[in-house]
């Protein structure tokens, strides 16, 4: 497994802060879809900031594909060709009066001509599924929209990584669901995506690793599936599993479940491996 | 480019005070008349001075790598109008100086004087110039933003020139010395703020 | 340095419970001082002990108040230039008694910017606007201040999120990407303001908001021992520039 | 069971959109917590800002104890003591420079002396657990704390009902469940809450009762024990029911739960109702 992306011994404090980023590092899978999992204020975003080289770390290094990064006009320019990263109000990043010509920003800058930039954003409103939307102005999406305008804008660079912070904050279950949705048909491709988040359930949806993140350091980096059930573990990042691996866990030590089943990652799943009792042996009613 | 603290001496800093006073005044009572009609304008008001503050924060990439920024004057001042710009730039001047370190409380009455009250009556009587020659809108709005802008850069040498007159060749010649050293930042500067201005005035307008 | 370094700084300093009154004699007292009294040793005198104040007394960092003071005397290192020279009809020359002249200017200057740097890193903004309050500025005023300053953090930080989502996407890469970029940004966050104001106002009428907007601030009474101390240090201070 | 709020026949258009409530009628059981339960963008914050009289609706109306709002100057005054709202982002509503003397601004608007005053902040932030924060300016509060400073500064007015819009957005789990903790203490004390939710789980955890909303009318109010173990009627307003209760119902159809326990609110409830099976009858290993 190469990492595409990595960090090593990061450190990071704001000026007149405590520090932010302490020690910290971690390797970001080619190919794979990373979650940066941790409460609220522990420096998800600082770190973000830093695998796209907007911050440059005060002691350690951020490697691109294993070469140190280049904080150089020219370097970060390829730099952030290479690993685009979308914020979490898409509203800091939607700026141009219609969808489409939001979505050409990042291709113009890299360079394309129009003709080449016109095809990058059809592909990416395609990728998102908002194709229809291409002549709105924004202000006139609702949030899912929104944010799948942000993340196209983003796709239409054509990166390798694809950063998103917190990417389903603020949206009901309906535009969570559909972003997840989207965003596994990226990672189908080839895409490899880093989401930080402070929701377990969304690294149990969506996540092939889980990176537990807890004061500015990675507590433990690994498969979801070997991360998510340990309670022990997340419990020293100050985290619970997520309700139904815990529920799944439970009807397992119950004898409920075949201990040998798969981590369920959606309701359906968990019910799947609770096998119905014979009605001679139900509880008694 | 705000005159920093200490820099001019006693009897420049009160003068300047006193020539800012009578404009400032004007403005307060013009914000006390738009309050008691409209207690919902503070917000407003507000929301705009903190807008002026976070764009003249905003750095602009230069060749001397010196601090110049935006002075937004021109935007204020065809937004607002001047007396209510010169409240506005006092506070944020205020802040400036006790949130950045940049400016100062001595130089408070001079700066006011150049960057809130010269510069968007210069921006504004462009403006309103210019909308009367039938110069179009870009146009205009570049005119004025980008003279403001310059007027206020030229008004604060004129203050340093008056406070430390050249030995030899008296008050030109130090206004030619203060404007010299800074025209290299602020002649693109004020170009820059002119084309920004007009970008952002045609994006609201559109809007 | 941003927005919110000297403003964390005042609020969380060892001095940030002194009372105003104290604050602001060592501060703007030294400041008249520094304008008032001849440099030498006037300001010297003044910067030697406004310092003391700062490091011994209110334990500012000495990291964050070099990091602060290199934007003033970069000011200086310009202005002060043009007290050297001057211009005759043969062109610029160094300028006779230019370089006492540039000294005595740099002391003074740099003994005020101390004092200002003393209140800004001691002294929280709230402060500020209680004292401002009680010095009889209009409430409107006062009032309009402390939105702005409440205002300036959430519009600033907007803005810093907008400049990294336009970097990231390779804005602000030439001159002519970075005009266009930041006039985007300026664009889209002054609407941003005016839609925060409007429901600011609407936050506020819910708490029976009526035009007025009257908060109760702790006021700390004035330490006598402390007030008495600042102001043998000026006395001497004047005292010494006398006899000298 | 009184109704210290209700609504009937509301309609409400905003100024040249289509509108955002049709004939919406709606009840709020006194001293019980309401979840207003809906998708994004489906007009529960409009139907808040008409609870406390920031907006007009265009026909019906709303009733405070029984009697029609009174719009003027003072009857807004005294509606707004009895109503308290606090906004779904906390920026929108702390002005202050200090925790403190923002808590202070609510009591002073209601004419009490500045003794009078003091006492509720000081109660307020107790009651909220932010006591120690008094002296911090807004801006260097973390979201959760900036949440229960705009609350306090609703609690301080001694509001009959408290009005919360979106009470958890954006707040991470441990945030969330200090919030919810706080929140069951205010109904204990007999303070009246409603709060808009596009979040089942947090209906789930302390709604009393629901009325599920959807484009802009309430489809369906009840206890919160009948309507979130009802899938067909969430069905019909895009939901679905909790993971907990989906997972709940499946374990009750299978026989491995008594048909008689209550709907769970937490992990903890649905394992206790999970009863082991004997060893001897455990599925296949």
């Known amino acids: 497994m190469t990492a595409i992306l990595s960090a090593t011994d990061l450190h990071y404090a704001y000026p007149g802060e405590v520090p932010a980023l302490r020690q910290l590092s971690l390797g970001v899978p080619t190919g794979r879809k990373l979650a940066i999992l941790g409460p609220n204020g522990a420096g998800k975003s600082t770190l973000l900031l830093h695998l796209n080289g907007s911050l440059r770390p005060d002691r350690g290094a951020v490697l691109l594909a294993g070469k140190p990064g280049d904080y150089s006009r020219r370097g970060l320019l390829q730099w952030r060709s290479r690993v685009a990263l979308v914020l979490q109000d898409p509203d800091d990043q939607i700026f141009a009066a219609t969808v489409a010509e939001d979505v050409s920003f990042g291709p113009l800058n890299q360079g394309l001509t129009d003709t080449a930039a016109r095809a990058r954003v059809q592909a990416a409103l395609a990728a998102l599924g908002i194709a229809d939307l291409a002549d709105r102005p924004p202000h006139m999406l609702s949030g899912g929209q929104k944010k799948r305008v942000a993340i196209a804008g983003a796709v239409a660079m054509e990166p390798e990584v694809l950063l998103l912070d917190e990417p389903t904050a603020g949206l009901d279950r309906e535009g969570a669901d559909q972003l997840i949705a989207v965003l596994r048909q990226l990672g189908q491709r080839g895409m490899?995506?880093?989401f930080s988040t402070h929701d377990i359930d969304l690294a149990l949806a969506l996540a092939d690793d889980v990176a537990l993140f807890q004061d500015g350091t990675v507590l433990a980096q690994g498969r979801a599936e070997t991360l998510l059930c340990?309670?022990?573990?997340?419990?020293?990042?100050?985290l619970r599993p997520p309700v139904l691996v815990e529920l799944w866990l439970a009807a397992q030590a119950r004898g409920l479940c075949p201990a040998s089943g798969q981590m369920p990652r959606t309701p359906e799943a968990l019910m799947e491996q609770l096998a119905p009792a014979p009605p001679a042996l139900r509880v008694a009613q | 480019m705000h005159i920093m603290e200490g820099f001019l001496p006693l009897s420049h800093a009160l003068g300047w005070y006193a020539a800012a006073a009578p404009f400032v005044v004007a403005?307060?009572?013009?914000?006390?008349?738009?309050?008691?009609?409209?207690?919902?304008?503070?917000?407003?008001?507000?929301?705009?001075g903190a807008f002026a503050f976070v764009l003249s924060a905003l750095k602009i990439?230069?060749?001397?790598?010196?601090?110049s920024h935006p002075t937004g004057t021109g935007l204020g001042a065809i937004v607002f109008g001047p007396p209510v710009m010169a409240v506005l730039g006092v506070i944020v001047l205020m802040f400036q100086a006790l949130l950045l370190a940049h400016g100062g409380l001595t130089t408070l009455g001079a700066n006011a004087f150049s960057m809130a009250i010269v510069g968007p009556w210069v921006a504004y009587g462009v403006w309103k110039l210019a909308g009367r020659l039938g110069l179009s809108f870009a146009v205009s709005v570049f005119l004025a933003a980008a003279l403001g802008d310059l007027a206020t850069y030229v008004f604060t040498s004129l203050q340093l020139a008056l406070a430390y007159p050249d030995p030899a060749s008296g008050?030109?010649?130090?206004?030619?010395?203060?404007g010299g050293i800074f025209a290299v930042t602020q002649i693109p500067l004020a170009i820059a703020e002119g084309l920004l201005t007009v970008v952002v005035i045609e994006a609201l307008s559109g809007k | 340095m941003s927005v919110g370094t000297l403003d964390r700084a005042a609020s969380l300093n060892h001095w940030r419970h002194?009372?105003?009154?104290?604050?602001?004699?060592?501060?703007?007292?030294f400041l008249v001082l520094a304008l008032v009294l001849p440099p030498w040793p006037g300001a010297a005198l003044v910067a030697v002990a406004v310092l003391a104040f700062t490091f011994l007394g209110a334990r500012?960092?000495?990291?964050?108040?070099?990091?602060?003071?290199?934007?003033?005397?970069?000011f200086l290192a310009s202005g002060g230039l043009m007290l050297l020279v001057q211009i005759t009809g043969d062109g610029v020359s160094l300028a006779p008694g230019g370089a006492e002249k540039a000294a005595f200017l740099c002391l003074r200057a740099m003994a005020a910017t101390f004092c200002l740097m003393f209140l800004a890193l001691t002294t929280p903004m709230a402060d500020l606007f209680a004292g401002l309050r009680r010095l009889a500025v209009p409430a409107e005023i006062v009032e309009l201040a402390l939105l702005t300053y409440r205002f300036v953090f959430l519009i600033a930080d907007e803005a810093a999120a907008m400049t990294a989502a336009q970097r990231a996407r390779l804005g602000h890469s030439s001159r002519r990407r970075w005009l266009r970029s930041t006039a985007m940004v300026a664009a889209n966050l002054l609407p941003r303001a005016l839609a925060r104001a409007r429901r600011m106002e609407t936050g506020l009428a819910a708490r029976g908001w009526q035009g007025e907007m009257r908060v109760l601030s702790s006021r700390v009474p004035?330490?006598?021992?402390?007030?008495?101390?600042?102001?043998?240090?000026?006395?001497?201070?004047?005292?010494a520039v006398v006899l000298a």
Chains 1, 4 share one sequence.
């Open chain 2, 61 to 67: 990439p230069s060749v001397t790598g010196s601090c």
């Open chain 2, 171 to 178: 008050l030109v010649g130090a206004a030619l010395k203060f």
């Open chain 3, 60 to 74: 500012v960092p000495l990291r964050l108040w070099l990091a602060t003071v290199v934007l003033p005397l970069g």
């Open chain 3, 18 to 29: 002194r009372a105003l009154g104290e604050k602001a004699l060592i501060g703007l007292g």
């Open chain 2, 27 to 48: 403005g307060v009572r013009r914000i006390r008349r738009i309050l008691r009609e409209k207690p919902e304008a503070r917000m407003t008001l507000a929301a705009s």
């Open chain 1, 230 to 238: 340990d309670p022990a573990l997340l419990a020293s990042a100050g």
């Open chain 1, 192 to 194: 490899t995506l880093v």
């Open chain 3, 222 to 239: 004035v330490c006598r021992k402390t007030v008495a101390l600042v102001l043998a240090v000026q006395l001497a201070v004047l005292l």
